[in-house]
């Protein structure tokens, strides 16, 4: 096992789009780890020279280097882990998550978010972040402790997909958004390119499930991360687990949608890993999985199942 640095720059870093056509930056072998330096803005959303807060010279290269840059997830990536295959599965151990910056931005933007109707204006607030006490302050006073997560973790779509916006999630991973992804978890990926092409971003400070106003308190993470490639295993759409709950995962445009396939998958797990019946693991999940709304402002709405630890297995 080795262990691998990956750094923000304009060469490693792409801004809102996924595809399989793109080069790997960076080549691993199944157990390595990665310390990878994600970034997070544009330069409408920079605080001003006079607010104190540091702009990491990162975040400021890669702004140049993509002048004129309205939206998009700063991604860095892909990382291509040695004999991954279509087919295989991808895991994702998330070891650590750590501030990249003393501060971070919440934004509502027109026409975005969940309720567009009732917020018509752009809405920009800077947030400072203390970063050894891992907590942020909001205008009007209130101190949140950070739960820091990346909104973004996914490999390359299936080929036929094309170039895609980072904005939907969809079955490669990608915006996910869900809150429970931090340090400590670990997330299963479908592989759909040789090399998987493992990309990441979108730092969240903070996130309620939701994430209802179109973003979170967005801002830089440093993440370290630990790939296991498992060969053969075939996965339909991505996974995850906690040190306390399996999870399931649905995305759907309609939101009736993403919570069947949440469930189903839900189901599905629970009779891969026990001798019940479906008709049991459905009745046992409406008992004991309780499925939260991920987002419902990224286009594809998520819902995630959480099942406790301990309680089948």
Not at 132 to 138: F, S, V
Not at 145 to 166: D, K, Q, Y
Not at 234 to 240: D, G, H, I, Q
Not at 256 to 271: G, P, T, V
């Amino acid at each position: 096992m080795a262990h691998h640095t990956l750094k923000a720059s304009p060469q490693t870093v792409r801004a809102g789009v996924f595809s399989a056509e793109f080069p790997p930056v960076l080549h691993i072998a199944s157990g390595d780890t990665v310390a990878v330096q994600c970034v997070s803005g544009r330069a409408a959303v920079l605080p001003p020279p006079d607010s104190g807060l540091t702009i990491p010279p990162e975040l400021t290269a890669i702004i140049e280097a993509n002048a004129g840059l309205k939206s998009g997830h700063l991604l860095t990536g892909p990382i291509a882990i040695d004999g991954a295959e279509p087919g295989d599965t991808l895991e994702i151990r998330i070891d650590s998550i750590e501030p990249g910056a003393d501060w971070g931005y919440n934004m509502i933007a027109p026409l975005a978010g969940t309720l567009p109707e009732d917020f018509p204006d752009f809405h920009l607030m800077h947030i400072p972040v203390d970063q050894a006490r891992r907590t942020c302050r909001m205008p009007w006073g209130t101190e949140l402790p950070l739960a820091p997560f990346f909104g973004v973790m996914g490999v390359a779509p299936p080929p036929r997909f094309g170039v895609i916006a980072s904005k939907e999630p969809r079955i490669h991973g990608g915006n996910m958004d869900n809150k429970e992804l931090q340090a400590g978890s670990t997330l299963f990926l479908p592989v759909h390119v040789p090399g998987a092409n493992f990309s990441v971003g979108d730092g969240h400070g903070i996130q309620g499930d939701g994430e209802v106003c179109v973003t979170a308190l967005e801002m830089c993470l440093d993440g370290r991360f630990a790939f296991i490639l498992h060969k053969g295993q075939k996965l339909e759409v991505p996974r995850a687990e906690t040190p306390t709950h399996y999870i399931s995962m649905g995305m759907n445009e309609d939101l009736d949608q993403a919570m069947k396939q949440a469930l189903r998958e839900m189901i599905a797990f629970i009779c891969a890993r026990t001798n019940l019946s479906r008709e049991q693991a459905y009745s046992f999940c409406s008992m004991a999985v309780d499925f939260h709304v991920t987002q419902t402002v990224n286009g594809e709405k998520g819902v995630h199942g959480m099942l406790k630890k301990g309680l089948l297995f």
